[in-house]
Nanobody, 115 residues
Framework: QVHLVESGGGLVQAGGSLRLSCAAS????????MGWYRQAPGKQREMVAT???????NYADSVRGRFTISRDNAKNTVYLQMNSLKPEDTAVYYC?????????WGQGTQVTVSS
């Protein structure tokens, strides 16, 4: 099993920055990739950014150039640096971890961007 705990959400003005953290514990050796997803009210959950064990990253078009995903293997933590935030970035942000045949999810952290 893998346990994920997100932190770093909050309220920020448009144009501001936040950094989200996702700390993994448990069977972390089995994790092949981790990612950040978000879900706004009334919308489906969508991929924001992912990073593989080897460090390959992928971003949604809507955040590319503004958000950066990174990982600290020594701390078993993945980060999402969010710059130039827009009101449309407002959502609950979830961390996930992929292992063979399963995906684990964190509890989510709220990000609210005011205009």
């Amino acid at each position: 099993q893998v346990h994920l705990v997100e932190s770093g959400g909050g309220l920020v003005q448009a144009g501001g920055s936040l950094r989200l953290s996702c700390a993994a514990s448990g069977s972390i050796f089995s994790i092949s990739a981790m990612g950040w997803y978000r879900q706004a009210p009334g919308k489906q959950r969508e991929m924001v950014a992912t990073i593989t064990k080897g460090g390959t990253t992928n971003y949604a078009d809507s955040v590319r150039g503004r958000f950066t995903i990174s990982r600290d293997n020594a701390k078993n933590t993945v980060y999402l640096q969010m710059n130039s935030l827009k009101p449309e970035d407002t959502a609950v942000y979830y961390c996930n971890a992929q292992v063979p045949y399963y995906v684990y999810w964190g509890q989510g952290t709220q990000v609210t961007v005011s205009s």
